[in-house]
């Protein structure tokens, strides 16, 4: 039977999402449990793409292939009981025998989350202790104009191979929290991610927060398809794939 499942994890403490020789990661761990509870055969699990190490998952999404007979929620309170403490499957369903949890996919939604208050150390795995005052209203220009559908080749990896680097930012936002105006948190709604994409713009963005660059200088760093001419990267902390979702 095949199955949909979603799940949450804290990455800050695995080589990230997907599995390595000889390396903790969260797709070992999930596929280590699912091989016990297959009668100790193998399971491969399918995710709707991977994350680095630190990043987290809110509601990642991944399909498998079980031989054992078991209902979604008993599958749900199996995995739970035996996972580490920090990977949680909130819901499995089972799932046509034609999804791809990776290839189906519409759009993915990831979060950023930055602290410019004083440095907090029980979140330092888990939101960028930036710890300064950022241009908050020039960075959310900056953020229109990643908006749309652009080559987005200045914000990928530079040894990143790919056919197209064509990607569409459905929405690009800046929040701030309420109870805590130095706690901001940035929204990308995409229909894909190449690696180190987010990072790259988020590191870009605090530069211009910094007052390095101007909002409008992204257009530039577009037209120039080279990852030279984009901001650093961002670390890891702070770093969420907050949804995805399906056609």
């Known amino acids: 039977m095949k199955y949909l499942m979603t799940f949450s994890y804290d990455g800050s403490k695995y080589k990230g999402y997907q599995k ?18 297959n009668d100790n ?58 999804f791809h949890a990776r290839f189906d996919v519409a759009c993915k939604e990831y979060i950023y989350k930055i602290n410019m208050g004083e440095y ?24 229109k104009y990643l908006e749309g559908t652009h080559d987005f080749r200045s914000f990928t990896k530079l040894d990143e191979e790919k056919d197209s680097y064509e990607r569409t930012i459905i929405s690009a936002t800046l929040s701030r929290d309420i ?28 530069e211009i927060g910094e007052g390095k660059r101007k909002s409008e200088d992204i257009i530039t760093i577009l037209e120039q398809r080279n990852r030279i001419y984009a901001g650093k990267t961002a670390p890891a902390a702070g770093l969420y794939l907050r949804d995805v979702f399906y056609r």
């Open 20 to 37: 390595q020789p000889r390396q903790k990661t969260v797709q070992g761990e999930i596929e280590r449990i699912l091989k016990t509870i």
């Open 41 to 98: 055969t193998k399971v491969d699990i399918v995710a709707s793409g991977r994350t680095d190490a630190g990043v987290h998952a809110l509601n990642q999404k991944a399909h498998f292939d079980l031989a054992v007979k078991i209902t979604p929620d008993k599958l749900k309170k199996a995995l739970n009981r035996m996972l580490p403490k920090d990977i949680y499957v909130k819901d499995i369903v089972v799932c046509d025998k034609d």
């Open 120 to 143: 907090n150390p029980i979140e330092a795995d888990y939101v960028l202790q930036y710890n300064q005052k950022l241009d908050v209203m020039e960075m959310e220009r900056a953020l």
């Open 179 to 206: 109870k805590n105006v130095n706690f901001i948190t940035i929204a990308f709604l995409g229909t894909g991610f190449m690696r180190y994409m987010v990072r790259n713009m988020i590191g870009t963005l605090i």
